[in-house]
């Protein structure tokens, strides 16, 4: 299954942003301010299996096969919660899994 298709994504999906309005509203002032990381986490969540968001591109060394890896939760984000640098792909990766280079 895609990630986006999974209930929790689509209810994420959904409510992020009326989440962020409300807590802004009513809970700030008595529970401070969300955790950096904790939004850099949903955000990364979001993004997850969504290529415009930026892969790796894995590479078998014998027969030079290719695959690419969607970001996920884990792997979207350092330890420190910051988004990884993004790998842009060449043509050629584009060609063999058909996707159309924009």
Do not use: N
């Not at 989440?19 to 950096?36: A, C, M, N, T």
């Not at 984000?77 to 060449?90: D, Y």
């Amino acid at each position: 299954m895609h990630p986006t298709g999974s209930p929790l994504w689509q209810l994420v999906h959904h409510g992020w942003d009326d989440f962020l309005v409300r807590y802004e509203k009513h809970h700030r002032k008595s529970l401070g301010k969300l955790r950096p990381y904790s939004v850099t986490t949903v955000q990364s969540f979001l993004r997850c299996g969504d290529l415009a968001a930026g892969f790796t591109r894995l590479q078998c060394p014998d027969c030079g096969h290719e695959r690419l890896l969607a970001p996920s939760p884990i792997s979207s984000t350092t330890s420190s919660g910051t988004p990884r640098k993004k790998q842009t792909p060449s043509s050629k990766i584009y060609g063999y899994f058909g996707i159309r280079e924009s």
